[in-house]
């Protein structure tokens, strides 16, 4: 996200660039327009980035080096965006086939077209467009560190459902590009086999227990969302049915079904969500059979992950986040630190044996409640949780505790300016290890921690970029700053 108005039209940030806006007199292409455009570079999106005339256009599932005729299907003051009508040249450098057949139109990742080796050169391109502006050294901006797995690597799936009016079955999928359109998906290449199995299950199961899709405009049916996570070193999975309401007709003899199936199932939950919002869980979580949990093991720690907790959805890169971590901390065994926006603990409990004191601070109930029986599980006695927003909560910490160093994993919106600000005010904190999934909203916070009026400032020392979301544009970050 931008700092200020994300709606306003002066400034605009696709791949780390800024772009001015410009005059209607300026603007060389009109809706429908089809017109011959060479791909550059790809964008922080699903689309590419070519210039008409000086004028950026972002043609979807583009390709550096395509040669293409595209037909302009949005305009804005600084940009349009295009979608392919012919590729008329492309550099088999940079295009291939993408393995999934629901590519084209699936929006759940968006560049398998790209060879893995390509997607990993056009993410570090876009960070360093999106830290120009830092004025860092060539060397602090470190290769990103691929994928050992790049395929079948996501630990949890969050399928939204539709009732097929026509035959009354049960779709389940990601939704299709700039379009409320839900692709049914049998198979997915860049999740655990296993989800595919349960999901097809589900929706095999459907009409013989009457399950139907909930219509948020007439206010029918049941089933929101169909959620699998699993543990990738214990085997341990878990099916959350997020519905309106926990009342299903013969919901026992449903899941014992389902889990008769699939041994790998140790639970199978409800989630309440009555909300109008696109937030895909509700408050309350009822567990139907077996557990409402599962243990994943991360090195030596074993780790509690509920139905509605925040996890890595890449487990095997998560670990690699940790050993960045904890080699920016660079612990003596006598430091205190405030984890802030600690999820379920991952974090903390992994740097717990190298530090004296670890406080955690989230938002979330359920994650705390599991970061606590993670902290028993492992005989943890050093590290403590808080449970509540880290903009309410960090002063007290900061003033009692006084910490050292402090670990910000915040969301995609990245920190509060009021975080930001009582870090930068407190004598106490010599180092901050900033972890974001987020380029846009982490260069705008580094822009103020760096270049703060009061000179309380930070200085980057190092980012490590880490490719958590292959096929994505997204990419991860770790950046080491000292006082």
Avoid at 211 to 219: C, F, R
Avoid at 269 to 284: L, R, S
Avoid at 426 to 447: H, Q
Wanted: overall charge positive.
């Amino acid at each position: 996200m931008r700092r200020g108005n994300p709606n306003r039209d002066c400034l605009v940030c696709y791949n780390g660039t800024v772009m001015s806006k410009a005059t209607l007199k300026s603007i060389p292409v009109s809706e429908g327009q089809i017109i011959d455009l060479k791909i550059d570079s790809m964008a922080y999106d699903n689309a590419a980035i070519g210039r008409y005339k000086d004028f950026v256009v972002m043609v979807d599932r583009g390709a550096p080096g395509d040669v293409l005729k595209v037909s302009i299907t949005t305009i804005r003051p600084n940009y349009a965006r295009a979608k392919i009508v012919e590729i008329v040249e492309s550099n088999n450098n940079y295009r291939i086939d993408a393995p999934c057949k629901l590519f084209k139109v699936c929006g759940g990742c968006q560049w398998q077209h790209l060879p893995y080796e390509k997607q990993l050169e056009q993410k570090q391109l876009l960070l360093k467009n999106f830290f120009s502006k830092l004025n860092l050294c060539d060397d602090v901006i470190k290769p990103i560190l691929e994928a050992s797995q790049p395929w079948n690597y996501r630990n949890k799936v969050q399928y939204p459902v539709r009732t097929i009016e026509d035959t009354g079955r049960l779709k389940a999928g990601y939704f299709e590009w700039h379009s409320n359109d839900l692709i049914n998906i049998k198979y997915c290449h860049i999740q655990n086999t296993l989800f595919d199995k349960v999901v097809d299950t589900v929706r095999d199961l459907a009409p013989k227990y009457r399950i139907t899709a909930y219509n948020g405009k007439n206010k029918i049916g049941w089933l929101r969302h169909i959620c699998v996570r699993r543990g990738v070193f214990t085997g341990e999975a878990l099916l959350t049915l997020v519905a309106v309401h926990e009342h299903l007709s013969r919901s026992q003899e449903f899941v014992s079904e389902v889990m008769s199936i699939y041994p790998e199932l140790i639970g199978v939950c409800f989630n309440i969500n009555t909300n109008t919002t696109n937030v895909i869980y509700g408050p309350k979580t009822k567990v139907v059979k077996g557990k409402g949990y599962i243990f994943e093991k991360i090195n030596d720690l074993k780790l509690k992950i509920s139905a509605t907790s925040f996890f890595q959805v890449n487990t095997l890169q998560a670990m690699k986040l940790l050993e960045i971590i904890n080699n920016y901390a660079c612990l003596k065994g006598s430091e205190t630190i405030l984890d802030a926006y600690c999820g379920g603990g991952l974090i903390s409990l992994s740097l717990a044996k190298y530090a004296k004191k670890i406080i955690g601070i989230e938002e979330v109930k359920q994650s705390i409640e599991d970061a606590q029986h993670s902290v028993q599980e492992n005989a943890i006695h050093n590290v403590h949780f808080i449970n509540g927003k880290v903009e309410n909560k960090i002063q007290e910490v900061l003033e009692q505790e006084k910490p050292e160093i402090v670990v910000l994993d915040p969301p995609r919106m990245g920190c509060s300016k009021q975080v930001i600000e009582k870090i930068l005010h407190s004598d106490c904190v010599k180092k901050i290890v900033y972890v974001s999934c987020n380029p846009s909203t982490l260069a705008r916070d580094l822009g103020i921690l760096t270049n703060n009026e009061n000179n309380k400032l930070f200085s980057i020392k190092s980012i490590q970029p880490i490719d958590m979301f292959p096929h994505s544009y997204h990419v991860e970050c770790v950046v080491l700053l000292e006082r």
